[in-house]
């Protein structure tokens, strides 16, 4: 593999069994009161263990559950996830216990679990894997995933993203109902541009605004045309959004529009990721309409998303089209 710079990661797709079809999705239901099963998919088995372990006792959640819901919604989540590196984010002792990152893939691991090999300016080279399709999902959850993490740009060229995002988060003294007014903010300044973007709740205390993009532009350059509108949107309204990335100079009760996620490297909880919070929240899509009339984080739970699902489907169906992307190359300097 070439030599990795700065500017320049080279990635490789490790698909370990070729000549398998990818297993079609479908309607899994993990039965109850069993500590571990082994569910085949064709060729493929996952073994699901310790599912009667409390991930939120106070909730009466089990790793049972939140392996279900993840298999409940897979079809609008995989599309979301394919193709792209993991970072695997796990909780051992579940969602209030300590967690830790992981990188690697681990091994000894299916042989089925496709990995993207991707080269960094150290030296090293990190086999990250990729979920692909539902055994691959389960197999990742059951480390002990709560969350999803994705890379931005596929593995084919990871510098190169098909979206363009910023995080909102709220600085302390500020409230999620200026979280909901920055996310206005933001979208009316997109649209201004031209720029087609959705939004979702981060489930923990913000809102993701992403701009599906002609991909082409580097991870490098896409952070700086978001750099560029973050401290545009700063200085038009200063009482309410700050783009200062250091925490020691934030000033408190404004919203953060947090453009430096756009780096390489970096990742944010994916659509349909439950977080590790008391009510077990969801990383949800919403319409701007909702953010209008107003919606809390606690709206969206692992209870009711499936439901939520199943009467809207994916509002971020848009970010997977070839269409009505938008090309920042004019943009480029």
């Not at 060229?157 to 909901?180: N, T």
């Not at 541009?193 to 605004?209: N, Q, R």
């Not at 959004?241 to 490297?265: H, S």
């Not at 994916?270 to 919403?286: C, D, E, L, N, Q």
Request: hydrophobic residues 40%; contains cysteine; charged residues 25%.
């Amino acid at each position: 593999m070439v030599k990795a710079t700065r500017d320049y990661h080279p990635a490789q797709l490790k698909s370990a069994s070729k000549s398998r079809k990818r297993t079609q999705r479908g309607q899994l239901v993990i039965p109850p009161h069993v500590e571990q099963i082994e569910v085949g998919f064709g060729d493929r088995q996952v073994k699901l263990t310790n599912l009667n372990k409390l991930f939120w006792p106070e909730l009466k959640i089990t790793k049972r559950d939140l392996l279900q819901y993840y298999a409940d919604v897979s079809s609008v989540l995989l599309p979301h996830l394919q193709a792209r590196a993991m970072v695997m984010k796990r909780y051992p002792n579940g969602a209030g216990g300590d967690f830790f990152f992981m990188k690697r893939a681990p091994s000894p691991r299916p042989p089925w679990i496709e990995i993207c090999s991707i080269s960094h300016g150290s030296g090293n080279v990190i086999d990250f894997p990729i979920i692909q399709d539902l055994p691959a999902l389960l197999w990742v959850i059951n480390l002990g995933c709560i969350d999803l993490n994705q890379w931005y740009a596929r593995c084919d060229d990871v510098d190169r993203p098909d979206y363009l995002h910023f995080d909102l988060d709220p600085v302390p003294g500020a409230k999620f109902q200026q979280v909901r007014e920055s996310a206005l903010v933001v979208r009316n300044a997109l649209q201004s541009l031209k720029m087609s973007c959705y939004a979702k709740t981060t489930g923990s205390k913000g809102i993701h605004v992403y701009v599906p993009i002609v991909r082409g532009p580097t991870q490098k350059q896409v952070w700086t045309i978001a750099k560029e509108i973050a401290q545009v949107l700063e200085s038009a309204n200063p009482k309410l959004i700050t783009a200062e990335y250091r925490i020691a100079k934030r000033p408190k009760g404004r919203v953060l529009v947090d453009y430096n996620q756009n780096a390489w490297g970096r990742t944010l909880a994916s659509i349909y990721s439950i977080r590790p919070t008391p009510k077990a929240t969801v990383s949800t899509p919403v319409t701007w309409n909702e953010i209008e009339r107003g919606i809390d984080i606690e709206d969206f739970r692992i209870d009711n998303v499936r439901k939520r699902v199943q009467k809207v489907g994916d509002l971020w169906a848009p970010l997977l089209s070839k269409q009505k992307r938008f090309n920042l190359e004019p943009y480029l300097k």
